[in-house]
């Protein structure tokens, strides 16, 4: 009911934008079954009521939107409703809508009030009061909060005493100092260019009330004979305090000035910073209009923007100028709003949603006791399932970050971990440390290899992160050497762009030295070759150490050091990146294993990692018997490399991926061939594929 109106067609708007089907049922609107558009139908309450009557008495819910001194008159004139529909009003006064409804309407009644007006840019952040009629109202409340509108409830006659205070009262003030503004002659033009911020916004706050509705702030302010009697009060204080300062009652002003300060103490700290911060918003919002203004008219008058006065006053076409560009910025700023008020409505439903995930978390938690937090397989599921539902704008990747990001948070509530991978600090294995378990996950440095699986082993670390394979340089031939003996099980793979940076503090033309992991100086070979002729390659056992060697090298004075690596490592020792990106092949990727005590059940897309020696492999033909169970059972092999074996001669191991998780019937009697036919196996594990 009054759907046509200011603030209910902002209801109808937002109604609809969750897919309902609305009704206007107002003097404003067309007639039923004629489309919007059509001339208004015209007619009483009763006669729209009557003419409406099906569509009413159809509906899940009754809103009334009408203007306050004809709201109970539209309610009695009601048809009967659908007994579960809800009956509810927009009125500002609630005492008598809603004992008009609930004598109207015997199934659920809700009294709401929007603490605002039609022009707010949308629902989010908003205040809407709720006063309890009868029954359950519970879907249309949700549907507010789904908004973003506070829902607040106060019965009804407390709502109307409070209303007094907070519009009645609050109106009357400010429309009695816009009248005197104006029977005082002020010229407005002249108080603003003497207004800093707080008194501009205050004057805006006064012209805005003169911007809107009379009628509606006539009906708000004299809603009920008790708003009137407050007017009444404060007139009388209004005339004490004057009496008071016109004899001169110094002290007199002080006592109450102080009275009221005690009465806002709790708030005065709170109000004091919020209100610093709107004034400190005014003010740049003020700047940028101003500074805009300058540039135009500079660029109009064909003179720099300093030649708009050197003072800072602006002359009267950069007066005109202003006034354009300040309505273009406020028209920007206008056409913002509404977005960022609905990105802020997002965030807090997202706050809202991520701490009840969390909360979650924390239940599955508690429930697993100290058996492992970290499911591998379980995140690979999520993560999977989550892009296949990606609707964009964000790539897949971006959706897998954040929720990566997610889970490493819900993870850490349930038991934070610790990953030990190849240090020093600033490695590319640290960055595929953080890749792969998110950053609430903790990583340690180990020295070595062997210390990084040393120290899961010993469980001083929950898991592992190693490199495998580059895809310039190969194998990593210790990492193979390693997994022959560790006891540790694969948890999962980790695939990270290497981008390599020569970094130092001297230029480029000076370097005769280049410290590098020896990966990394093979992945850049070309690049050395080409650009750094003769310049000496020296290994070093990380990159992120060639880093630190050259950051300490260039403190004692030294510069003509350089050292490859990723930018992290630059950042943490303070180079300089020299020369960004210098890898031979732009796509250069490494692949990293991590390593836990147990590799996780099946995820739906698995590989499984393992290393065999099969008897004399200098035989001929003992490779295709070796992979012939493959072959057999329909297994997929991904990768096979070969190491020679420690203390045989012409022995050698093979190191091998399969596609698939070691518990697939195909690939466990795949396995189990192997097993048999070998003279050394050793199943690394099984994890969720990447990608
Ligand atoms: O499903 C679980 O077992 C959880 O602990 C929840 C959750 C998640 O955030 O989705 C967190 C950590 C696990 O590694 C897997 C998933």
């Not at 359950?136 to 006659?157: F, K, S």
């Not at 895809?471 to 695939?495: H, K, M, N, Q």
């Not at 300490?552 to 020792?573: C, F, H, I, N, R």
Request: contains cysteine; aromatic residues 4%; charged residues 20%.
């Amino acid at each position: 009911m009054g759907g046509a109106g200011a603030l209910g067609s902002r209801f109808v708007e937002w109604f609809r934008g969750d897919g309902d089907l609305v009704h206007v049922v107002d003097p404003a609107a067309p007639a039923p079954g004629l489309a919007e558009g059509h001339a208004p139908a015209g007619g009483s309450p009763a006669e729209v009521a009557a003419r409406d009557a099906e569509v009413l008495a159809a509906a899940d819910l009754v809103l009334v939107a009408v203007p306050i001194p004809v709201t109970p008159e539209v309610i009695a004139g009601l048809p009967p409703l659908r007994p579960d529909a809800v009956l509810a009003d927009l009125t500002s006064v609630k005492g008598p809508a809603l004992e008009a409804m609930l004598a109207a309407h015997a199934g659920p009644v809700a009294g709401l009030h929007p603490m605002f007006g039609p022009d707010v840019a949308g629902p989010a952040g908003e205040v809407v009061v709720h006063s309890p009629g009868r029954g359950d109202v519970h879907w249309l409340l949700e549907r507010l909060t789904g908004w973003g509108l506070r829902v607040e409830p106060v019965a009804a006659a407390e709502h109307d005493r409070l209303m007094g205070l907070i519009q009645a009262l609050r109106h009357t003030v400010t429309a009695a100092y816009g009248v005197n503004l104006r029977r005082e002659g002020a010229d407005l033009d002249t108080l603003l260019a003497l207004s800093s911020p707080i008194y501009r916004t205050e004057l805006m706050m006064v012209g805005r009330l003169f911007a809107q509705d009379p009628g509606l702030y006539h009906d708000i302010i004299t809603a009920s004979e008790a708003n009137l009697e407050l007017l009444e009060r404060f007139h009388q204080t209004l005339g004490e305090l004057i009496t008071g300062l016109r004899a001169g009652d110094r002290e007199g002003f002080v006592a109450e000035f102080e009275a009221v300060g005690e009465h806002f103490a709790t708030h005065s700290e709170g109000f004091l910073t919020e209100s610093r911060e709107l004034l400190a918003a005014a003010k740049e919002l003020r700047a940028a209009a101003r500074d805009e203004a300058q540039e135009a008219a500079a660029a109009g008058a064909g003179v720099p923007a300093a030649g708009a006065g050197a003072d800072g006053a602006a002359t009267g076409e950069a007066g005109d100028a202003e006034d354009g560009a300040a309505a273009r910025v406020d028209d920007m700023a206008a056409r913002l709003a509404p977005h960022r008020v609905e990105i802020d409505r997002i965030d807090r439903e997202l706050l809202r949603l991520i701490s009840a995930r969390a909360a979650q978390a924390r239940a599955i938690g508690a429930i697993k006791g100290t058996a492992a937090a970290y499911r591998p397989e379980r995140e690979a599921q999520v993560l999977r399932g989550l892009v296949e539902r990606n609707p964009g704008p964000l790539p897949d990747n971006a959706v897998r970050r954040v929720f990566r990001e997610l889970m490493s948070e819900c993870l850490a509530v349930e038991r934070p971990l610790t990953v030990s991978y190849l240090g020093p600090r600033g490695t590319f294995t640290e960055q595929a440390a953080v890749q792969h378990f998110g950053g609430a996950a903790r990583p340690v440095p180990a020295a070595s290899l062997e210390g990084v699986l040393r120290e899961v082993e010993a469980r001083q670390a929950d898991y592992a992160v190693v490199p495998v394979e580059n895809s310039t340089e190969g194998s990593v031939g210790r990492t193979l050497d390693l997994l022959t003996r560790t006891p540790l099980e694969a948890v999962g793979e980790v695939r990270l762009r290497i981008e390599h940076q020569l970094m130092g503090r001297g230029e480029v033309s000076g370097v005769r030295r280049v410290y590098a992991h020896s990966q990394a100086l093979a992945q850049c070979q070309d690049f050395l070759t080409r650009h750094l002729p003769g310049v000496e390659r020296l290994p070093v056992s990380s990159n992120a150490e060639a880093a630190r060697l050259v950051a300490e090298l260039a403190a004692q004075g030294v510069t003509d050091v350089a050292a490859l690596g990723p930018e992290s490592a630059a950042a943490v020792y303070g180079l300089n990146v020299l020369r960004p990106g210098v890898q031979d092949d732009p796509e250069n990727t490494t692949r990293f294993l991590v390593l836990g005590h147990e590799s996780p059940p099946p995820s739906g897309s698995d590989t499984t990692s393992l290393v065999v020696a099969p008897p004399q492999t200098d035989r001929d033909g003992a490779l295709l018997g070796m992979l012939k169970p493959l072959a057999e059972h329909g297994v997929s092999m991904t990768r096979l490399e070969s190491r020679p074996m420690r203390g045989g001669l012409w022995q050698y191991l093979f190191y091998l991926e399969l596609d698939g998780h070691a518990q697939d019937p195909q690939v466990a009697a795949a396995l189990e061939a192997l097993r048999a036919g070998s003279v050394f196996y050793r199943l690394v594990g099984s994890y969720p594929r990447v990608g």
